[in-house]
Nanobody, 113 residues
Framework: VQLVESGGGLVQPGGSLRLSCAAS????????MSWYRQAPGKERELVAA????????VYADSVKGRFTISRDNAKNTVYLQMNSLKPEDTAVYYC???????WGQGTLVTVSS
């Protein structure tokens, strides 16, 4: 099982980024997936999750209306589109499968002017 995140970087407040998580080693389409983040000095928190079959989504209140999680089962990839970014969104973002107990290595997002 492998989860590899990409797409992080430095962006100005109000900007956008799209994170990707490429999955391998398991039947991706059968698993719900999620994005977590961990800011310096804080606990890791759930950002968004997407179901396996119906594609249902949940979001943390702090990102509702700004972030969108999606998946492409043909590409074994889950995405996180992040718009209207704020400095408080600065964190390492991780891809996660709760059922498999798998985490990616994380990708750093820095929102700063």
């Amino acid at each position: 099982v492998q989860l590899v995140e990409s797409g992080g970087g430095l962006v100005q407040p109000g900007g956008s980024l799209r994170l990707s998580c490429a999955a391998s080693g398991f039947a991706f389409r059968n698993y719900a997936m999620s994005w977590y983040r961990q800011a310096p000095g804080k606990e890791r928190e759930l950002v968004a999750a997407i179901g396996s079959t119906d594609g249902s989504t949940v979001y943390a209140d702090s990102v509702k209306g700004r972030f969108t999680i999606s998946r492409d089962n043909a590409k074994n990839t889950v995405y996180l589109q992040m718009n209207s970014l704020k400095p408080e969104d600065t964190a390492v973002y991780y891809c996660h499968s709760r059922r498999l107990g798998a985490w990616g290595q994380g990708t750093l997002v820095t929102v700063s002017s």
